[in-house]
Structure formats: structure tokens, C-alpha cells
């Protein structure tokens, strides 16, 4: 763990003191760039690593976060009806122009513009969960119930059923 963070994660440490959050941003030497690698770095349970999942609506090419918990995946098909639209995984040019961000290390907030956001509802059963802070090394604890006000977000059931 480093104490003086990247320019990157900076620009979310600034951002939470910004919105009134007192959650202290790490880097790790450790990546995190999957969910089992951040759970596996922080030592705790996939489920609790909010992951920031980009996606570009097809006809608008708007882009739209989802938040989910690392250990589900997301359901296209219901993103695309909450959208009004079909939705569809970008390149990683494409994320990095809306969020300023790198794949890996997509915050919840502090995009280069304003983002519509979906949180997995299942993070909000959990007690901690954390969320990338702007780089693959890059990390904060927070509690899932801050989500919405930290990302206007919209709490919605976004996690893909897999057949029995």
C-alpha cells in the first residue's frame, strides 16, 4: 500500500472529500482489476467488491454504469429494458472517454461526464463493500447504503439468473 496516490486515484480521493465522504482511497502493489483479484487484495468476499461495468446503449451510443456485486453478472437483456434500448459492451476507448477511467479501474463517480447509473440491488444487503478508486491498484471500503447518494444512482434488480 502506497501513501501518496496516482493521479488518478487522487481524482477520486478529492472527489468523495467533495461530496462529503470521509472514505480513504488505497493503492495497492497487488492489482485488482477483477473482482476476485480486489476481493483476494483486500481479503474479503467477492461479493462485496462493487464493480463498475460500463455499457454503451446500441442506436444512442450513450454509456450507462452498472454497479454490481462481484460475484454476479449482469443482465443485458433487463439493462436494456430499463435503458429503452439495446445495450451492448464498448471498447476500451470508448470507456475511457466517458469516464476517464481505465477498464479495471472504473470508479462509481468522478466521470470525465455525467453517467446513468444502475446499482446491483444485492449490494445493499452487505454491510462493506469496495469499489475501484481509479487505477487497477486503486481501492476504497465503503458502506453499499452511501451508494446511491454518491452516484445518483438508481437501485434496481440488474443480476442475470443462471439456469439451474
Known amino acids: 500500500m502506497t501513501t501518496v496516490l496516482s493521479t488518478a486515484a487522487q481524482k477520486v480521493q ?12 488505497v493503492e ?9 483479484e ?8 467477492i461479493e462485496q467488491i462493487a464493480k463498475s461495468i460500463i455499457f454503451k446503449t446500441r442506436q444512442t451510443a450513450r454509456p450507462l454504469l452498472v454497479i454490481a456485486s462481484g460475484i454476479n453478472r449482469v ?4 439493462l436494456s429494458e430499463l435503458a429503452g ?47 475501484a478508486a481509479g ?7 465503503l458502506s453499499p447504503a452511501d451508494l446511491p447518494a454518491m452516484t445518483g444512482g438508481r437501485v434496481v434488480a440488474i443480476k442475470k439468473i443462471q439456469p439451474a
Open 14 to 25: 478529492q472527489a468523495l472529500i467533495a461530496r462529503g465522504f470521509s472514505y480513504q482511497v
Open 135 to 141: 487505477t487497477p491498484f486503486a481501492v476504497f471500503k
Open 38 to 45: 480486489a476481493a483476494q487484495a483486500v481479503g474479503c468476499q
Open 85 to 131: 434500448e439495446k445495450v451492448e459492451k464498448p471498447d476500451a476507448d470508448f470507456v475511457r472517454e466517458k469516464t476517464g477511467f481505465v477498464i479495471g479501474g472504473v470508479p462509481p463517480f468522478a466521470h470525465a461526464q455525467k453517467l446513468e447509473t444502475y446499482i446491483d440491488e444485492d449490494l445493499l444487503k452487505l454491510d462493506e463493500i469496495w469499489a
Open 28 to 36: 495497492l502493489s497487488q492489482t485488482t482489476r477483477s473482482s476476485a
Open 75 to 78: 443482465d443485458e437483456h433487463r
